[in-house]
Every structure is written in C-alpha cells, then in structure tokens.
C-alpha cells in the first residue's frame, strides 16, 4: 500500500488497516495504538490515499467501490486550549480578530448549507454500500499522537467534531458535515504504556467514538526481505536476530536507553549495508 513516505506497507489481509478500511468508508472512525514505530502512523497514511482501497478490496464484494478521500492533518500537540481546536485569537491594532485552523476550515470548505443536503449525501453513500458499486467520498481529519495533548480538554473539543454533523462554526455559521477521524496513539482506555510520560490516556467515553486497532510488531525480516534483493537476505537474518533479542530484553526491563526498536531503524540499517555505506 502507499504511505506518505517512499517505503510502502507491506501487510496481508489479516492485517488491520484491512479491516479498518471497511470502518471508515461506513463513516467509522479509526484509532490506532501500539508501540512507538510499530507501524501506526504508515497504516494511518494508507486510510488517506484512495488508491489503497481498490487495493484492498479487490477481489472482495467491495471492489467496484470507488473511494475519495479529502484529508487534514492536525496536530494537536502544540494547542494550548479547547478553543484553539477551531481558531485562533489575533489582535492588530487593537482590535481582536479570529481565524479558522485546518478543522474549521475544512468544514467550511467542505461543509453542507443544510441538513437536508448532508442526509442526501449520507444516504448517498448508504445506496452505494447496499449496491456494492459507485463512489464515497469520505472528508478525514488525520491525527498523529492523539493522547498527547496538553490538556483533555482539547481531546474533549476534538471529539465535538467527530461526533456531531451539525458544526457551528467560531464566526456562527452552521454548516452540516460527517467528519471522521484516522487517528494514532500510545495509549488505550487501559491508559499509557510504559515509557510514554506525555500521554494523558484515552478514557473510555472518547474510546467509544472510534474503533480501536492494536498494532503488534511488524515480521521484521518478512518484510525486509521482500523489500530487499536477495544477496542481503542472510544479513537481514542476522540484523533481525539480534533485533528480536534486543526486544525481548527491553520487554523484560532492559535496554532502557534505547526505549524501542522499529522497522524504520532496521530498515535504516539495512539500507546502508546495501548501498556500501557501511
């Protein structure tokens, strides 16, 4: 599958950006948890290019499904308060002024003038999984690092969003819009996993709105081997070795400077042996 990065997503069907395709094209939204580069944020990438989902579902009763996706990113990281989700305040020359950041803006972009118009448009898309042929276009607003906010507050005026069709809007209009959320996080409503000190968890409310995937490890040396010519394939045994052991070490308590191994380092490492950098 293609991912915002050069390297793609090499999974099976089992996998559960498979079946969390399925989630968002019936206007679901999605939260991936797990690890830090265990794969969340490249299975987040693949539910934003529209060109995966024929590759899904091919071969299923889905694969006359045309899907388009509009997405934004948010980053949710650096807000300091709930309102701040939908606009933010200026002053120039003494007068105070409010503009929309991507959310808000998406929803006015994107956003229906009615009800009526916003229902059509979902039973549109009802019409469409019924008959198994035709488009959906789906409006996604993409998160990294959901639990890491700096109050839930802001998590709380996020899931607004996602929750509601009816958006009023920070200047008072109304618009009516199904946005959904692709989003990747450390924690679950089990709270944060160990390691992660700036993750304020998910309580169970919010944990609700989505349909939640854990992310195991990646087969390292599945993958790379795939990835990678022939000649490297007894390094990459070895490298995946020693990755597995590291692993099952940290898991035990060790290593703890290293926190956690990913694909994206392995991968790195087998790079630079291919290349004869190292």
């Known amino acids: 599958l293609k991912t915002s990065t050069p390297d793609p997503l090499i999974v099976k069907r089992s996998d559960p950006v498979c079946s969390a395709a399925k989630d968002t094209i019936t206007g679901g939204n999605v939260l991936f948890t797990g690890r830090s580069g265990g794969g969340k944020s490249v299975r987040k990438d693949a539910l934003l290019e529209p060109g995966n989902y024929r590759e899904i579902f091919v071969g299923t009763d889905l ?20 309102g701040e989700v939908q606009y933010i305040s200026t002053i120039e020359q003494g007068t105070s002024f409010r503009k929309p950041v991507a959310i808000a803006e998406m929803i006015m972009k994107h956003g229906y003038r ?9 039973r549109e898309r009802q019409n469409v999984l019924k008959n198994k042929k035709g488009r959906i276009d789906l409006k ?20 607004k969003f996602i929750n509601d069709y009816q958006h009023t809007l920070f200047n008072g209009e109304k618009r009516w819009l199904n946005l959904q959320a692709v989003a ?3 924690s679950t409503c089990a709270g944060p996993k160990r390691g992660y000190s700036a993750a304020k968890g998910i309580d169970i409310a919010i944990g609700n709105r989505f ?9 390292l040396y599945e993958i790379l081997t795939y990835q990678f010519e022939k000649e490297s394939h007894g390094y990459i045994q070895k490298l995946c070795a020693l990755a597995e052991e590291i692993m099952h070490e940290i898991d035990e308590g060790s290593f703890e ?16 042996v291919v290349l004869g950098v190292d």
Request: proline share 1%.
């Open 63 to 82: 694969e006359n499904i045309e899907v388009s996706v509009t997405a934004t990113h948010v980053d949710l990281i650096p807000v300091l308060a709930s």
């Open 114 to 122: 009615s009800e009526a118009e916003m229902l059509a448009a979902e």
């Open 140 to 159: 996604i607003i993409a998160v990294d690092d959901f639990d890491r906010t700096a109050d839930v507050s802001i998590t709380n005026a996020f899931m």
């Open 184 to 186: 990747t996080s450390n």
């Open 211 to 219: 349909c939640t995937y854990a992310v195991e490890r990646s087969n």
């Open 257 to 272: 400077a290293i926190g956690e191994i990913s694909l994206r380092q392995i991968r790195k490492c087998v790079e630079l």
